[in-house]
């Protein structure tokens, strides 16, 4: 159940003038704020980049208090034109924390039905496991480090891990897919490791 609930991914459909947001569950699509704002049209262009930029501001800030409630990892930003490129450039410039989380995707129209698209044509699977394979990368590189380093900080192997669980000193248990399907204790390890 609390699976089921977990965000995979927040995607943002940007039009000029409109940024739909939705969170993507396990269960489906949460729907969760629109922002809109009146852009100036091109003749007057000072007005048009004035106006451009105090939406793109708002839309920043609603990404950013929705990543910070739902605590989500991944953002797909999407739309026709180059209006999410521009949002890319502000979060790069003043965000750059959230445009490290971003990927791009194009799609035919704005709002719920960019959205829609953006799903079907499969890029949250694309994303979500991308995002995955990286978060793993990124930990089994520590660990090769540690140990290069010669720190003491890692534990592997079975024996060694036991004892480490035995004194409470894990912080992060890391079991591959074979290990966790072959060795029928494992379940234990992870429970020994939450307790």
């Given at each position: 159940?609390?699976a089921a609930?977990?965000p995979?991914?927040?995607?943002?459909?940007i039009?000029?003038?409109?940024?739909?947001?939705?969170?993507?569950?396990?269960y489906?699509i949460d729907f969760?704020a629109?922002v809109?704002a009146?852009?100036s049209?091109?003749r007057v262009?000072?007005d048009?980049e004035?106006s451009l930029?105090?939406?793109?501001?708002?839309?920043a800030?609603?990404l950013?208090?929705l990543?910070?409630k739902e605590g989500i990892?991944?953002?797909?930003?999407c739309g026709?034109g180059f209006?999410?490129e521009?949002l890319?450039?502000?979060?790069k410039?003043?965000?750059?924390s959230?445009?490290?989380?971003?990927?791009?995707?194009s799609?035919?129209?704005?709002?719920?039905?960019?959205?829609?698209?953006v799903?079907?044509r499969?890029?949250?699977e694309r994303?979500?496991?991308?995002?995955s394979?990286s978060?793993?990368f990124?930990?089994v590189?520590?660990i090769?480090?540690?140990?290069?380093?010669?720190?003491?900080l890692?534990?592997?192997g079975?024996?060694?891990?036991?004892r480490?669980?035995d004194?409470?000193?894990?912080e992060q248990?890391?079991?591959?897919?074979t290990?966790l399907r072959?060795?029928?204790g494992a379940?234990?390890l992870?429970e020994?490791?939450k307790g």
């Amino acid at each position: 159940e609390e699976a089921a609930k977990t965000p995979v991914v927040l995607i943002v459909a940007i039009v000029e003038g409109e940024a739909e947001f939705a969170v993507v569950r396990r269960y489906g699509i949460d729907f969760q704020a629109r922002v809109t704002a009146h852009v100036s049209g091109k003749r007057v262009e000072k007005d048009h980049e004035t106006s451009l930029k105090e939406f793109l501001g708002e839309a920043a800030k609603k990404l950013e208090d929705l990543l910070k409630k739902e605590g989500i990892e991944t953002v797909i930003i999407c739309g026709p034109g180059f209006t999410k490129e521009d949002l890319i450039t502000l979060l790069k410039e003043k965000h750059s924390s959230i445009a490290e989380k971003v990927h791009l995707e194009s799609a035919g129209a704005g709002g719920r039905s960019g959205i829609k698209e953006v799903i079907k044509r499969g890029a949250v699977e694309r994303v979500a496991e991308e995002s995955s394979v990286s978060l793993e990368f990124g930990l089994v590189e520590r660990i090769m480090e540690a140990i290069a380093r010669g720190t003491g900080l890692v534990a592997y192997g079975l024996e060694e891990v036991q004892r480490a669980l035995d004194y409470g000193a894990v912080e992060q248990l890391l079991i591959t897919d074979t290990f966790l399907r072959k060795y029928e204790g494992a379940d234990g390890l992870i429970e020994r490791a939450k307790g």
